[in-house]
């Protein structure tokens, strides 16, 4: 069974570009999530869909930082454009109603 | 919003000691409770999961301890040992019934384990 899978693994970026980052949940869950997880502020909600609708934006990223679920099998984090400020881990997670969250292996992400 | 607070920060203890680490929680309404595991490069590894109804729950090597009414969950590692160096977590949902909700984590606690 697999888990959550996330592409890429690592991500080196130049200022200003571009990033988009992919997710795919577990089979069958319905509620997705993506973290960002920095030493110093730990682990941040980004975003936060429930069976494809967004239930939930983290104030602080909504300018720069877009995520969207095209289908209920696969999610994308865009940061537009991206900044220095941004090199952190992303962690993409999916659960069920009442089912613990697994976490996908998480995307690092270097911005240079 | 839910405010998590957990102690400490950092934790080292020798082989065979014990590991205490806590959280506390805000939200009274809080209905799931979380302990993570994260090993170095590593994503986050559940180790328990307690539901409002559970006070103590025992896994392999560590018992978890959740009071409501002080809003505090509690991971014990007893007779720790060097694969437990880690960086723990603590998550709480404040959702109930038959969501489970989005997390919110502790800033989590890094344990050494000196052999």
């Known amino acids: 069974d697999a888990g959550v899978t996330q592409t890429p693994r690592h991500e080196v970026a130049e200022k200003g570009q571009t990033i988009i980052l992919k997710c795919e949940p577990v089979?069958?869950?319905?509620?997705l999530f993506w973290y960002r997880q920095t030493k110093i502020q730990g682990l941040e909600l980004l975003s936060y869909?429930?069976?494809?609708?967004?239930?939930?934006d983290g104030g602080a990223f909504k300018d720069r930082f877009k995520a969207e679920m095209l289908n209920s099998s696969f999610s994308t984090l865009k940061i537009q454009p991206t900044e220095p400020k941004d090199s952190a881990v992303y962690l993409c997670?999916?659960?069920?109603?009442?089912?613990?969250?697994?976490f996908g292996k998480g995307t690092r992400l270097t911005v240079v | 919003g839910e405010q998590v607070e957990q102690r400490p920060p950092h934790l080292s203890v020798r082989e065979g000691d014990s590991a205490f680490i806590t959280c506390t929680y805000t939200?009274?309404?809080?209905?799931?409770f979380f302990w993570y595991k994260q090993e170095p490069g590593a994503s986050l590894q559940l180790l328990m999961k307690?539901?409002?109804?559970?006070e103590i729950n025992e896994g392999q090597g560590f018992t978890v301890l959740l009071n409501k009414k002080d809003k505090r969950l509690s991971l014990n590692l007893t007779a720790a040992h060097p694969g437990d160096s880690a960086a723990y977590f603590c998550?709480?949902?404040?959702?109930?019934?038959?969501?489970?909700?989005?997390?919110?984590f502790g800033a989590g606690t890094q344990l050494i384990v000196i052999p």
């Open positions: 997670a999916s659960s069920s109603y009442r089912e613990e969250v697994f």
């Open positions: 089979s069958g869950h319905n509620d």
């Open positions: 869909f429930r069976s494809k609708s967004l239930m939930e």
């Open positions: 939200d009274p309404n809080s209905y799931y």
């Open positions: 307690v539901f409002s109804s559970t």
């Open positions: 998550a709480v949902s404040a959702l109930g019934g038959s969501a489970l909700g989005r997390l919110h």
